[in-house]
């Protein structure tokens, strides 16, 4: 029979202070690990997975490079911190892989993002299959893979959230920094302000707070400096070129999908939903995998119990934020504003947190036997690598060898 002491016995053996140190070791080595992971998966057979021929979306991505030529031009335009990025990849070798290399390291950034973000909450391990979630979805694959600044709106969600999250919690200089360096990148993105003004309404308590504590002489007027030199390129070029074209560009209304009043609002909202976990058909060829979604039964199974867990503990305010920006994000796609595939990285926190669940659920039954314990870590977890490997698998054969793939990827660089 065991009593409370010796639970407290069992307890006590490890120092807390030891235990946290050994738990933040864990945490960097799985941050090393999803790091390796994203890198491997993301550059594999980068441009010869497509025989070295590109799309018309990323020739168009190398034409708009020539156009922002030189590379400091890159600073002053929309997209602006992608294409300073872009230069600085196919100056390495004007091939088609470095021009894809650009998105693979900014999809290495938001599997960071989302593991952190994770791994504060849950702990590495759920961290780790969070990682993998996003990682291993179809949609994820193909827009991290391709030379278009399509990805940089996962990154815009995905940063909002980790450093909002953050903030709210550490509301410390640090925190602050973060979230400025977020919140002025996603001014860069057409569609962005919007979840940026947002965000920042929500959490404004929060900032107040992590302003007043900036105790050091310098400490605020060198923020706001940061800030001003942040958000000076792209209001030059807002106020500069200014013209009605440019400004519906900058907001994002209507780049993706209809944009026909109310009934195109309800077309693409619902769209959204259907594109993730029943077929991705709407996204067109070069994005989707005919009627096949971007997300695997089982993944949309995780991500149905994480929601399940978030709607009925709102009182938590991670989950909150969470909630707000998902629900910002898919009002968005109702506008055309933002794709539907910015909303996997909030996709892979809302499945880690249905992984948590059942995990939790397992170890309730088995408290005090290691054995059963690790049995339902590995079933999981081999059910999530299984998964994962299906997904894949799924862009690598599928979606490169189908007929509407072979078509749209026949060009050659200019």
């Known amino acids: 029979m065991v009593t409370a002491t010796t639970k407290a016995k069992v307890k006590s053996k490890v120092h807390p202070a030891l235990k ?20 491997l998966i993301l550059l594999w057979r980068l441009s010869t997975l497509t025989d070295n021929f590109a799309s018309s979306s990323e020739v168009a991505t190398k034409i708009q490079l020539f156009i922002n030529s030189p590379w400091w031009k890159s600073v002053f335009n929309i997209y602006g911190p992608y294409y300073l990025l872009l230069h600085g990849t196919f100056a390495i070798n004007h091939s088609l892989m470095t021009l894809r290399l650009a998105s693979v390291l900014v999809g290495m950034i938001v599997v960071a993002l989302v593991y952190w973000t994770v791994t504060n909450w849950h702990g590495y ?58 919140f002025a990148g996603t001014l860069y993105v057409p569609g962005g302000v919007g979840l940026a003004i947002v965000a920042t309404i929500f959490i404004r308590k929060s900032l107040i707070k992590a302003y007043a ?9 060198a923020f706001i400096l940061l800030e001003l030199l942040l958000l000076t390129p792209i209001a030059y070029r807002l106020i500069r070129y200014y013209n009605r074209s440019q400004l519906a560009t900058w907001l994002g209304y209507g780049l993706h999908g209809k944009n026909q009043g109310w009934q195109g609002f309800f077309s693409n909202l619902a769209r959204a939903p259907l594109d993730l976990f029943a077929h991705s058909s709407g996204l067109g060829p070069t994005l989707s995998l005919g009627h096949l979604p971007m997300l695997p039964i089982v993944f949309s199974t995780l991500t149905a119990v994480g929601l399940y867990v978030y709607l009925t503990h709102l009182n938590n305010w991670r989950w909150q934020i969470v909630l707000l920006i998902f629900a910002s994000s898919w009002l968005a796609c109702g506008f055309g504003i933002i794709s539907p595939l910015s909303l996997l990285p909030l996709v892979a926190l809302i499945a880690g947190t249905g992984c948590a669940y ?19 870590l590995i079933l999981i977890c081999s059910l999530l690598v299984f998964t994962g490997i299906y997904a894949t698998r799924s862009y690598v054969v599928a979606w490169a060898n189908s007929p509407a793939t072979t078509a749209s990827y026949t060009h050659s660089l200019p």
């Not at 979630?133 to 995905?158: D, E, K």
């Not at 939790?360 to 005090?368: L, T």
Request: glycine share 6%; proline share 5%; with cysteine.
């Open 20 to 39: 946290s140190r050994i738990n933040v070791g864990y945490e960097w080595y799985g941050f090393g690990l999803s790091f390796i992971a994203s890198a």
């Open 358 to 376: 059942l995990l939790k659920q397992w170890y309730d039954v088995f408290p005090f036997n290691p054995i059963a314990r690790a049995v339902g």
């Open 125 to 182: 391990k759920i961290g780790l299959m969070s990682a993998l979630i996003l990682i291993t979805s179809f949609g994820f694959l193909v827009v991290a893979r391709q030379a278009t600044p399509l990805i940089t709106q996962l990154l815009v969600v995905a940063a909002l959230v980790f450093t909002a999250v953050n903030l709210t919690h550490k509301q410390s200089p640090l925190s602050l920094l973060l979230y400025g360096i977020a």
């Open 213 to 221: 504590a900036c105790n050091k002489r310098f400490a605020k007027p």
